[in-house]
């Protein structure tokens, strides 16, 4: 195990060795790393804080019940003993005086509203059903609707399922952009590190001959992988980071203008070790494509 460890610490060190030798070439092949992870990584966030702004807004369907101006007291208590059903979870009574006032001050009527000989609004009952499931909402609608003095009823949930059906579209987006450039991560960190493992041709026939295994001589440079996928890791939280500043200003700037107080959220911890660790995963798994491949070719030139 002691043997092992040491072995390990070799590798480590002689990696950082490399890097340290090759601070530049690995600068930029972080950069290339972090900018490439940025997009996907950044799509992500912006998808969670359109999800938060929309969960602050009321998500839930509601059922505009209208009644007929002529339904009798009768019909009207038959309606609200409906309305008390356990498939109903809220309820309340607008009365069409109330109505009208509300669509007055909105759209400011008052001119048009004065002419006229009376109130052409009808009373509604704004009905949230327990179920948000499509085929529930429908069901208690057409329920409501043949009730008697019930006029009309309209379904207030095609909005949230544009909504939900434009964040599913996104979030597919992103898992799309993330494989995509998972495979470029490894494309770059294998090309830097068949370049090293080619510049050594002669160190490592020199260490076969003295009875280097292959594990032996690609351990230094799987960690060299993994630390280059690590700095890429850490340059996208870096883009992320200028990004999310740059922007903070205009949209709190925007979403005081309709009132809100949301505030852009930036990465979280799993989001932050995600990103750290998947790219020093993909940072190792190019390595041991490039070393793999590149040992090959120095035995077969032998």
Do not use: C
């Not at 930036?266 to 998947?278: R, S, W, Y």
């Amino acid at each position: 195990m002691m043997a092992w460890l040491r072995h390990q610490k070799h590798a480590l060190g002689a990696a950082l060795g490399r890097l340290r030798a090759q601070w530049l070439g690995t600068l930029l092949t972080a950069l290339a790393m972090g900018v490439a992870i940025s997009l996907p990584a950044g799509l992500y966030l912006a998808l969670d804080n359109l999800a938060r702004v929309a969960g602050d807004l009321s998500a839930r369907p509601e059922i505009s019940v209208f009644l007929d101006a002529g339904a009798s007291a009768a019909q009207k208590q038959a309606i609200v003993a409906r309305l008390r059903q356990a498939d109903i979870a809220k309820a309340h009574f607008v009365p069409k005086d109330r109505a009208l006032d509300a669509l007055i001050a909105a759209q400011g009527l008052t001119d048009i509203a004065a002419g006229l000989p009376d109130n052409p609004l009808p009373d509604a009952w704004i009905v949230q059903p327990k179920s948000t499931a499509h085929d529930d909402l429908v069901r208690v609608a057409d329920e409501l609707g043949k009730l008697p003095g019930v006029a009309e009823t309209h379904l207030d949930s095609v909005w949230a399922e544009r909504l939900q059906a434009a964040l599913d579209a996104g979030r597919t987006l992103v898992w799309l952009l993330a494989a995509l450039f998972a495979v470029a991560l490894v494309a770059i960190s294998g090309n830097a590190i068949r370049a090293q493992v080619l510049a050594r041709r002669d160190e490592i026939q020199v260490s076969r001959l003295i009875g280097a295994t292959d594990r032996y001589i690609r351990r230094p440079f799987l960690y060299l992988g993994a630390l280059q996928g690590l700095f890429g890791g850490l340059a996208a939280l870096g883009v992320l980071g200028v990004a999310g500043a740059l922007l903070r200003g205009p949209i709190d700037r925007l979403a005081s203008l309709y009132g809100s107080g949301f505030q852009l959220a930036p990465p979280g911890g799993v989001e932050i070790a995600a990103v750290l660790g998947l790219t020093t995963l993909f940072g190792w798994v190019g390595a041991w494509l490039a070393v793999t491949r590149a040992l090959r070719q120095v035995e077969s030139a032998r």
